[in-house]
């Protein structure tokens, strides 16, 4: 029986060529870890249009989170519901206690720089949707 690596040298060389491995003399050419080309966009332009400046969703029986952030190195999470178009958010932020309050966009990508990876997260396939649906229950 053959398997993992067994077969003839070609059939390796073919293989390690698919799965991008420099040849011999090669370069890879790549960028470090933590370049800001490489961070993801915390506040894209869509979502900063799409938000509610501060304070437009103050008295709102249900207001609705626009955008979802998450850290897998703490566990915190941070819904958003008003931006103030450069910076300061406000939102639900669930940490060591869960409440509403504000948090800095710009905190969160500066951390990412400084961490080399991404210690804050966007969720990319959160949709709005009322703040009763995502509080922790």
């Avoid at 790549?30 to 800001?36: I, N, S, V, W, Y």
């Avoid at 008295?59 to 850290?71: I, K, L, Q, R, W």
């Avoid at 103030?84 to 966009?105: H, K, M, N, Q, R």
């Avoid at 210690?119 to 649906?133: I, Y």
Wanted: aromatic share 12%; proline share 4%.
């Amino acid at each position: 029986l053959r398997c993992g690596f067994a077969g003839s040298k070609r059939r390796r060389r073919a293989a390690s060529a698919t799965f991008g491995f420099a040849r011999r003399g090669e370069m890879l050419e790549g960028r470090l870890p933590g370049t800001e080309e490489d961070m993801q966009q915390l506040m894209t332009e869509e979502i900063a249009k799409t938000v509610p400046r501060l304070y437009e969703q103050d008295g709102a029986e249900d207001p609705t989170v626009y955008a979802h952030y998450f850290s897998c190195v703490n566990g915190w999470d941070w819904w958003l519901l008003e931006f103030d178009g450069t910076d300061e958010a406000f939102g639900l932020v669930e940490g060591y206690d869960d409440e509403l309050g504000y948090f800095s966009i710009k905190e969160m990508a500066e951390l990412n720089r400084q961490m080399g990876f991404a210690a804050v997260e966007r969720d990319e396939h959160f949709s709005p949707k009322p703040l009763s649906a995502v509080r922790r229950r």
